[in-house]
Every structure is written in C-alpha cells, then in structure tokens.
T-cell receptor, first 111, second 118 residues
Framework: QKEVEQDPGPLSVPEGAIVSLNCTYSNSAFQYFMWYRQYSRKGPELLMYTYSSGNKEDGRFTAQVDKSSKYISLFIRDSQPSDSATYLCAMSAGGNNRLAFGKGNQVVVIP | GAVVSQHPSWVICKSGTSVKIECRSLDFQATTMFWYRQFPKQSLMLMATSNEGSKATYEQGVEKDKFLINHASLTLSTLTVTSAHPEDSSFYIC??????????????FGSGTQLSVL
C-alpha cells in the first residue's frame, strides 16, 4: 500500500460547481497536512495547511482532516476557470521529515 | 507566504554539457532544501535532501555524481546536472523548509526549471 493515495482524475466540473478532492494515507504518524496547487510547468503553490484533525477555511477553499479515518479533503466552492490546475495533497510527521505527496488530481473547470 | 526563487526557469543544452540550477529562499533561512524531478502528468519525485553545510542525502536510484547538490548557505542551494543527456530532460523543482516558527513543517517551492537536453 502506498503511503498516500490520491485518485489522479482528471476531474471536470462546470463553473460555479463545488470541487471535492481527497486523499487517504496509511502512516498514522502524519500530523501536518497540506494541499498544493500546481499550474502547468510551474512549481506547486501552498494552498492550505492544517495541523492534526479538523477543518480550515480560507475564502472558497476548505480543508478537512480526519485522522481517525486517515482521510483528508479539499473543497473548492464556486469554482472558477482559474482554479483549473493539478492539486497535490502532501503530509508529514513533522521535524525535518520529508513530505509524502499524492499523485495529484487534475481539475478542469469549464466556463 | 515565503518566497523561493529558482533560476533559470528554462534551459536548453547540448548533450555532454553541465547545467546549474539555483534555488534561493528570499525572505527566510532554509535549513533544509529538497530537489524534485517531475515528468509530464506525474507527481513530484524526490531526488535529494540538502542540509546547509553538509552533504546531500540522495534517494535510491539517483546518481550522486550526476546530480551534484551544494547547499553552501541558509538561503542558497544549487543542483548541477553534469554531462547531461537527453534522458535527463525533465522539470526540476526545488523547495525549502522554513526555519521560522510559523513556517515550520511548511514547504515552499520554486517555480521550477524545464531542462531540455539535445
């Protein structure tokens, strides 16, 4: 079993729809959870950062972490064409431990 | 958020030449920097972990003599692809681990370098 599982998609939604992305993981030591957005041929950009379980909201973006189920989610409300990108989940156990990445989920928002 | 600058963003070189890619943390000190390689429509593949003032730690299967990493200061790490060949063509991305308290555990990425070896 891979450390982090993320369905690569692609996922196409109409503009204004809610985008729902998720990752599962196997390492119970993970405490720090991140979502990165990557546009084509650009470096990933940190979008959301969560420590331990719970929800975090930032504008149209909501990140959820359920450590008991080893499951994290990212929701994008009122999706825009500019949200079209690849979204990578990432997590770490802390300290200088490397990040474990999901494969990335390509999202296309259709105008 | 913190800024990581990576240069060049795009380079074409002849087979057999060496290419140096720079990664700088502009507004924080990065005790640890990472170098990744990414193929089209694939996730990031960690190549090596670079700690300031010490030798880099390479992932299994990554040639140390091929991909030279230097992390001479807390704000600069370089990756040199030596004697580049067409199979080395890829998108290379660096990232820096923040040292400030509110940057802990967060990783900030450079904009990437597309290397094309002819």
């Amino acid at each position: 079993q891979k450390e982090v599982e993320q369905d690569p998609g692609p996922l196409s939604v109409p503009e204004g729809a809610i985008v729902s992305l998720n990752c599962t993981y196997s390492n119970s030591a993970f405490q720090y959870f991140m979502w990165y957005r990557q546009y084509s041929r650009k470096g990933p950009e940190l979008l959301m950062y969560t420590y331990s379980s719970g929800n975090k909201e930032d504008g149209r973006f909501t990140a959820q972490v359920d450590k008991s189920s080893k499951y994290i989610s990212l929701f994008i409300r009122d999706s825009q064409p500019s949200d079209s990108a690849t979204y990578l989940c990432a997590m770490s156990a802390g300290g200088n431990n490397r990040l474990a990445f999901g494969k990335g989920n390509q999202v296309v928002v259709i105008p | 958020g913190a800024v990581v600058s990576q240069h060049p963003s795009w380079v074409i070189c002849k087979s057999g030449t060496s290419v140096k890619i720079e990664c700088r943390s502009l507004d924080f000190q990065a005790t640890t920097m990472f170098w990744y390689r990414q193929f089209p429509k694939q996730s990031l593949m960690l190549m090596a972990t670079s700690n300031e003032g010490s030798k880099a730690t390479y992932e299994q299967g990554v040639e140390k003599d091929k991909f030279l990493i230097n992390h001479a200061s807390l704000t600069l790490s370089t990756l040199t692809v030596t004697s580049a060949h067409p199979e080395d063509s890829s998108f290379y991305i660096c990232s820096a681990h923040g040292g400030y308290r509110d940057l802990n555990e967060k990783l900030f990425f450079g904009s990437g370098t597309q290397l094309s070896v002819l």
